[in-house]
């Protein structure tokens, strides 16, 4: 091989490793941007789901912003701001008996398992009206949401009738469906149609249904719960009448038995 060529050959040689080197650099340039724009993309899918993920939680759940609400769609038989006044029983009757309760409350329960036929009987035959108050207090301390849940189908049966109310009240704390207080039952809306079945006015009711299973009166329910919090009202079941509470003879509590109950509203009603 002569010089000239060797030359040439090395010449070439180094221009091929110069146009190699070259494409390698390209190479690595094209991948290192692909691997920064895939950072950057997966840097802000992650800050987005973040954010999205603190706009979830800021959020206001469907109870908060039922309570929230401006319009607020009041079941029939009510009156007053809101529909939040529920008074049941002949206009006739002089005196009414203000009844505070919560659905998950197992005293309450044990309340109209003793005394709500007696108290039924009684509002029948106008010996006094009851003005209804409904509380959602053990959502909180229990968490859930059964108590607005099984308020708001109260609202539904209080737009069927006062008697179909009534009836299903006392099916809600009935020995046969009352929950524990720690089991959200009421929560689905399943059971208190279940429940709501065993109430021939309810029983099949596809409006009833509908409402509760839209939630047609949460809102309602929810300004009705604010009624409670701001009656001064510590605890259920609380009876009052003329602004007394009426308790069992020698306590501070609601009369259990149907005997301690006529002896204390009766007492109530001559006052």
């Known amino acids: ?34 691997v920064v724009a895939v950072s950057v993309v997966a840097a802000l899918a992650v800050v987005g789901g973040i954010s999205y993920g603190v706009m979830q939680l800021n959020k206001p759940d469907a109870w908060e912003a039922a309570a929230d609400a401006k319009n607020v769609t009041a079941p029939k ?18 005196k009414t008996l203000e009844l505070y309760e919560d ?32 509380a959602t207090f053990i959502d909180n301390t229990d968490n859930g949401e059964g108590s607005k849940n099984a308020l708001s189908a109260l609202g539904a049966a209080l737009d069927v009738s006062p008697e179909a109310f009534m ?3 006392a099916a809600l704390y009935s020995a046969e469906f009352h929950p524990e207080e720690s089991d959200d039952k009421f929560a689905k809306d399943s059971y208190l149609i279940e429940v709501a079945n065993s109430v021939d006015a309810l ?34 079941p ?27 509203i009766d007492k109530a009603l001559k006052a």
Do not use: H
């Open 238 to 264: 609380t009876l009052k009448m003329d602004d007394k509470k009426i308790t069992a003879e020698g306590s501070e509590n609601a009369p259990m038995t149907a005997a301690e109950f006529t002896k204390a």
């Open 77 to 94: 038989n009510t009156s007053g701001k809101d529909g939040t006044t529920v008074v049941v029983g002949k206009s006739s009757a002089k």
């Open 1 to 34: 091989m002569s010089k000239r060529n060797s030359q040439a050959n090395k010449a070439a040689a180094r221009e091929r490793l110069r146009a190699e080197r070259e494409r390698q650099a390209k190479k690595d340039k094209t991948r290192k941007q692909v």
């Open 203 to 236: 029983k099949g009711n596809k409006d009833f249904q509908k409402n509760v299973e839209d939630g047609t009166y949460d809102a309602w329910a929810m300004k009705m719960s604010k009624t409670f919090d701001n009656s001064g009202v510590q605890g259920t």
């Open 167 to 169: 009836e299903y009240k």
């Open 103 to 134: 659905s998950r409350c197992p005293v309450c329960a044990t309340f109209e398992q003793g005394v709500g036929e007696t108290v039924s009987k009684d509002v029948e035959a106008g010996k006094y009206k009851v003005q209804y108050v409904g």
